[in-house]
């Protein structure tokens, strides 16, 4: 066999490898509910791998190397995980749901919460995103600047609850 066919083979191999989740460089903060969505989730893929493993011959090859990428990355999100419990507060901290007004005097409330629990749909905004930043520390009547892509936005905090 050529030296070509081996490298051929191996860039294959490597090709059908799935790129790894790249694991943000900030502090690991989750809420409460923030764990346990990481705990059920590393338990899903754990049985969903088991499940897979168990059908050797028949998994799909491509499906178990997912799997176990994802069971690598929640699997050491959850081990990083610092657990953040927000108090009664008049400071904007993670947990905390805050309703602000925009300049279109649009009122709008989202919760501050870890990455892997941001769903911008359901009003969970990750604490280092922008809108994050912008309202950490803040106190009701502040009014924060909110530094977009889309162009700087003036916030004023109505409210400040913790989760």
């Known amino acids: 066999m050529s030296r070509a066919f081996v490298n051929e083979d191996q860039a294959a191999a490597q090709a059908e490898q799935p790129i790894e989740r790249q694991v943000s460089p900030h502090p690991n903060y989750v809420t409460p509910q923030g764990l346990v969505e990481l705990q059920e989730k590393v338990a899903q893929l754990q049985l969903q791998h088991q499940q897979q493993s168990d059908l050797r011959d028949s998994a799909d090859p491509q499906r178990l190397a997912d799997l176990e990428r994802d069971l690598r990355y929640f699997s050491q999100r959850l081990r990083s995980a610092q657990v953040v419990t927000a108090t009664a507060t008049d400071k904007v901290q993670i947990g905390s749901r805050v309703t602000y007004v925009d300049e ?9 919460v870890g990455e892997d629990q941001a769903d911008a749909a359901r009003g969970l905004v990750n604490w280092a995103s922008p809108l994050g930043r912008a309202l950490l520390g803040a106190q009701p009547g502040d009014e924060v600047l909110w530094q977009r892509p889309a162009g700087d936005r003036l916030i004023e905090i109505i409210r ?3 989760a």
Do not use: A, G, K
């Open 104 to 112: 279109q005097d649009d009122q709008h409330s989202v919760q501050l």
């Open 160 to 162: 400040i609850e913790p």
